[in-house]
Each structure stands twice: as structure tokens, then as C-alpha cells.
């Protein structure tokens, strides 16, 4: 039995004051429903206005800081989240249902993003210097090609990483001085309030940063609708996604997603089969599969087909489902009711399209009452749609290909274009793979998820739109290009 520890109670933040509000909502323990993680002000339209109101004012003072300033506020907030990883990682453990050692490095890169930016700031920010200096074309003339901060920008993220998402969109946006208006999603407000609460303290101007947490409908649409908000950078359902576009569009705004997946791990006949079947366990099911690069597809050449079947059956048996905070456990729980069902459902609608069953797929009960589920696997055909449409769960699919030639056709046959893996000892099929596969990272005998904080993030087609996030590319997205010529 694992003790609950003592609930959060979240309030918002806005223009540096915490509020509540007229409702509040909960969120429970997805390990052990019967534990109340936090109680948790929500906000309305109304509030959502007033936090973008604060970031308004606070922007012209906030993007006319010094360098050093925003490196500072940024360096503590990421040294604040490295030294309480243990502490927030059970947290965040225990909100989402990841398990602890997932939950803790979340955690610590989290940190790592904010101290990564925290150097952008010093590097080339906007208003850091880091742009170019040319001659002009006309006798006499300069001319210089700056960056500068967009103004407002409204942060609406999911829930699958709590942390490291709202981390990947808020550092940036700060180095490069922007005003922010954050909002997480509903199903994880201890996580979202705790890293507000870090990010209060350290240094801002009021209206700088603010924390509105509420339903995306209200909430969410009121930051998406508003014309004080300069740019939307939004990390979700592809359904939701578009939305955000479309009204981003109309009113001019700048406009950053990062929506679904459905990416496709090759293992060649040639691969090592071992590590090949690891890159599947954790890309698949690691996360319970909640995680915008699982590989759910995983795309065999036939003559090592049925072997790897064999061999991912196998490890499969071993996985150890259960509370996100026992120790030795691979697969937490997913993350509510909902997605259980949801995933439960997608099992049904594989066996009623004929793909043949593997292993998994049932609901599971464990000492506490929550979401478990054992990881599922089929063998399908491109055309079935549980091979086709994003899942996000424990639940994957092999395909046969003849070739590598097949292989690769399979795996660009989607609307999503996030990431693709392949497992190969062939330089040459490695290297054609890695220019061939349309999506935004690659990644050779490696699992799918799992990325570097300080390189770009990102897809194409159906996965994404705009300009990627992390690394030195974040500041396409949140900075604006002025160029300036004078007389000299
Ligand atoms: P949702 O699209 O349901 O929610 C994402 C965020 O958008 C939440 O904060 C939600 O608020 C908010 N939202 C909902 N409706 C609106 C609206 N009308 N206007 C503005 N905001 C709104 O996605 P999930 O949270 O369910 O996350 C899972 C999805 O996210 C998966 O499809 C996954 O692929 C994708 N994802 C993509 C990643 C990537 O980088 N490509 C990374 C991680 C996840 P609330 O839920 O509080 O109502």
C-alpha cells in the first residue's frame, strides 16, 4: 500500500497576485482514484482576460530587460526544478501516472530546458544582439537584421508531460521577452500550479508570467480568440489543433502547433533484434504509450517478421503494470476513465477489423483502485484503422514489408509526420532513412521517444505547423525578425 501525500490547492496567478475562483474542480490519483492529488481554483473567461490584460502591460517593461535579468530569472527557476526533481517528480507521479523514474527526469528536464534558455538569453535573444550586421546595397547606408520579443504569447498544453511541455514553450518565450499567459490542462493542475508557483518567485514583473487553469473550451478559447495575444504556441489533439489554426488565422496571430502521431518503427532483417525489440518496448508502451513520439507502428521485414513477434510477445509477459509509485514497476497506470475506455475500445475495434491478437489489451485490477491496463499488440494491415489513427495508449501494431523498399512506403503512408525510427545495421539504409523518412526527427537503433532538450522538436504534415520548439530554433517562433537602415 502507498500512501497519498497531503493535496495541493491551486489557485491562479495573475498580474503576481494568486486568486481563486468561482469554481474549483479536483484531480485525482490516476494509480489510486481515491486519493485527491489537488483542489484547484477554475478560471473563466473573465479571469482568463485579466491575465492577458496583466501580460499586456507588463511587456513593454519585461521585453526591455537586460539579458543578464532574464538569464537570471530563467537560471533559477531550472536550478529550483533540478534541486526538487525527487520531490516534484513524485508529484507529477502521481497526478499523471507515470512511473517515478520517468516522473523524475521529466522533472530534471524540465530544469535543464529553463537553464538551456537561460543561456539563450544571454546568447541571442531578442535584444541579446545575436543579429547581423550588412552592407547596404545603397553607398552610405547600414543596415542591421534584428530579433525582437512577438508581445503576448497564450501556452496551452496537454497533459501527458506536465513539466517538460509547458518547460519547452515557457522558457522561451521568457528569454526572448515575451509576456505569458499559461494554461495547462485540467487533468494535471498540481503539476501546472507547482510550476507556476516556482516561476512567481523568481524575479518577474507582475503580468509577466500568469497561470490560468480552467477548461480549454472557456479558458483555452478565451486566449485563442483574443487579439491581445500577440502569438498561440499549442501542444494537443490534432481536432483541437486546428481549431487553434483557423482562428489564429483569421486574426493574424502567430501560430505554433504540435499535434499527433502515429510513428512507425522499421526493424530490418538485418537489425539486432534485441535492441530492436527494446526500442519497441519503450517506444511503444513506455509512458503508457502517452507520448506524441510512440512508435505504435512497427513496420518488420518479413524475414525477421515472426521472430520479432516472438521475441516482443516475450518481453511483453514480463512488463510489470502498476501504481506509478512502486518500485520495479515498467507501466503506470494511463491517465483516467476516459482514455481507458478509449484504449479498451480501440482493442475491440482491432478485433473487429480482423487484426490478429498478440498479447494484452485488458482492463487490469492492482491492489488500488485505478486506469491499468496490459500493453496491447496486433498484427495488422496498413489499412486497419487502429494501424492508422493516433491511439495514445499501450496499444501498437506490426506491419509486415517485404523490403526495405516497403518499409519505407509503409511508413510515410500517414497523415502524421512526427518522428520514425528504424533499427538497422545497414549504413546505407540508415543513411537513406534518415533523408527519406518524412518527419520532423529521425532516430537510428533508437527508441522513437525520448529526445534532447537543446535541438529542435517537431513534425510535419498532419503532427505540426509553424516553426519548431526547443534549442536555438525556438526563437523563429518567439522572437520577430526588424530590419533597420540608417545613413552613416
Ligand atoms: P487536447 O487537445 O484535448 O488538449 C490540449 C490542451 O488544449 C489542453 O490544455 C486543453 O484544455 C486545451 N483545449 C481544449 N480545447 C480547446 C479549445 N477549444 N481552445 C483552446 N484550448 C483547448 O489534447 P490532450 O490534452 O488530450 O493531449 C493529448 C493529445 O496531445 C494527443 O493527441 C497527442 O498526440 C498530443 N500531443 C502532442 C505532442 C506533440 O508535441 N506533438 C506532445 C504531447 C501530446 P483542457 O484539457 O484543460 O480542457
Given amino acids: 500500500m502507498i500512501h497519498g501525500e497531503i493535496h495541493q490547492n491551486v489557485r491562479q ?22 486519493e485527491v492529488v489537488a483542489e484547484y481554483a477554475r478560471a473563466d473567461r473573465r479571469q482568463a482576460e485579466a491575465a492577458i490584460r ?57 530544469g535543464q530546458v529553463f537553464k538551456f534558455f537561460a543561456g539563450e538569453a544571454l546568447r541571442g535573444g531578442a535584444g541579446a544582439g545575436g543579429g547581423e550586421n550588412l552592407a547596404s546595397v545603397r553607398a552610405g547606408v547600414q543596415v542591421d537584421v534584428t530579433r525582437e520579443p512577438v508581445g503576448v504569447v497564450g501556452l496551452i498544453t496537454p497533459w501527458n508531460a506536465p513539466f517538460v511541455i509547458p518547460a519547452w514553450k515557457i522558457a522561451p518565450a521568457l528569454a526572448h521577452g515575451n509576456s505569458v499567459v499559461f494554461k495547462p490542462a485540467e487533468l494535471v493542475p498540481a503539476c501546472g500550479g507547482a510550476l507556476a508557483e516556482i516561476i512567481s518567485r523568481a524575479g518577474l514583473p507582475a503580468g509577466a ?99 520479432f513477434v516472438a521475441k516482443l510477445r516475450q518481453r511483453l509477459k514480463t512488463l510489470k503494470i502498476g501504481h506509478a509509485l512502486e518500485r520495479g514497476i515498467d507501466i503506470g497506470p494511463v491517465a483516467n476513465e476516459e482514455r481507458l475506455a478509449m484504449n479498451l475500445a480501440w482493442v475491440e475495434i482491432a478485433r473487429e477489423e480482423g487484426a490478429e491478437h ?29 494501424a492508422r489513427e493516433e491511439i495514445f495508449g499501450p496499444l501498437a501494431s506490426v506491419l509486415r514489408a517485404d523490403d526495405y523498399d516497403e ?8 497523415p502524421f509526420g512526427l518522428c520514425a525510427g528504424i533499427c538497422t545495421n545497414s549504413l546505407k539504409h540508415a543513411m537513406h532513412f534518415r533523408r527519406h523518412a518524412v518527419v520532423g526527427m529521425t532516430m537510428v537503433n533508437l527508441p522513437t521517444a525520448g529526445v534532447d532538450f537543446h535541438v529542435p522538436f517537431g513534425g510535419r504534415k498532419g503532427s505540426g505547423y509553424g516553426p519548431r520548439e526547443q534549442g536555438r530554433h525556438a526563437a523563429e517562433f518567439y522572437t520577430t525578425v526588424k530590419t533597420g537602415y540608417m545613413l552613416a
Fill in 13 to 34: 496567478y495573475i498580474n503576481g497576485r494568486w486568486e481563486t475562483s468561482a469554481t474549483t474542480g479536483v484531480s485525482a490519483n490516476p494509480s489510486d482514484t481515491s
Fill in 54 to 110: 496583466a501580460a499586456t502591460e507588463a511587456f513593454p517593461h519585461w521585453s526591455h530587460s537586460t539579458p543578464q535579468r532574464r538569464a537570471d530569472v530563467l537560471d533559477r527557476i531550472g536550478a529550483e526544478l533540478i534541486a526538487r526533481k525527487d520531490e516534484l517528480g513524485l508529484l507529477l507521479a502521481r497526478e499523471e501516472g507515470k512511473t517515478l523514474p520517468e516522473a523524475v527526469a521529466e522533472t530534471a528536464r524540465a
Fill in 209 to 307: 508570467f500568469n497561470l490560468v487553469m480552467g477548461s480549454g473550451r472557456e479558458v483555452g478559447q478565451a486566449l485563442v480568440d483574443s487579439a491581445l495575444v500577440d502569438a498561440l504556441s499549442f501542444t494537443g489533439s490534432t481536432a483541437n489543433g486546428e481549431r487553434v489554426l483557423q482562428a489564429a488565422a483569421t486574426r493574424r496571430a502567430k501560430v505554433q502547433l504540435e499535434t499527433g502521431g502515429k510513428n512507425a518503427l522499421v526493424v530490418l532483417a538485418d537489425a539486432d533484434l534485441d535492441r530492436a525489440v527494446d526500442c519497441a518496448v519503450q517506444g511503444a508502451y513506455f509512458s503508457a504509450g502517452q507520448r506524441c513520439t510512440a512508435s505504435s507502428r512497427l513496420i518488420v521485414e518479413a524475414a525477421v517478421h515472426d521472430a
Fill in 358 to 386: 498478440v498479447w494484452g489489451g485488458e482492463a487490469l485490477e492492482r491492489s488500488t483502485p485505478g486506469h491499468y491496463m496490459s500493453p496491447a499488440l496486433f498484427l495488422a494491415k496498413p489499412s486497419h484503422r487502429i
Fill in 407 to 414: 518499409a519505407l512506403a509503409l511508413c510515410n503512408d500517414t
